[in-house]
């Protein structure tokens, strides 16, 4: 097991904190965490976060649910033929309540899958630095790296001011 070094540094400010994400991710630098009291667009923008990928499973599920409501009610239909008032066996129209509520079933159920396989829950791995302050109002930037561009990253967060910085060993 190889073990990484980090540095976790806490800011008095908002402007601080994205621009030294910023200025990190400028400098190449892959694993930034950033922790704040409450969701802040400003750092999700600075992290490079784009739209949630949790809408593909979504609409992965829903699809699904739709098909699988009308491959259910078909098969039912053939298997057990029930002719009522001269309509046809397969008959669409009646379906659809079944496809419905099978689209909104598979759908919400895709969704909750999404979202824990992409928020990595359970996650088994306790949480690599963390200081109480960040719920408090502080803002806080933690780089992942090795070596000189440990000093690297160390002189960019400097460059903004932070109210504290720390180092720690993680094993990655």
Known sequence: MSTMT??????????????AIENLRKAGFKNVKAYAPYPEHHIE?????????????????ALTGTAAGFGFTSWTSV???????????????AFVPIAFEMTV???????????FILSKIPNV???VVYDPEFTAGRY???VEAEGARLEEARKIM????PVEMREGAVDA
């Open 79 to 93: 298997d057990w033929p029930l002719v009522v008032g001269g309509k046809p066996i397969i008959s669409i129209p």
């Open 45 to 61: 923008h600075a992290l490079g976060y784009d739209q949630s990928p949790v809408r593909v499973f979504t609409l992965v599920g």
């Open 125 to 127: 791995k306790p949480a």
């Open 105 to 115: 079933l598979f759908g919400a159920l895709a969704t909750v899958i999404g979202l």
């Open 158 to 161: 400097n460059a903004e001011e």
């Open 140 to 142: 806080g930037v933690y």
């Open 6 to 19: 980090g540095i976790l540094a806490s800011y008095e400010y908002l402007d601080s904190t994205v621009d």
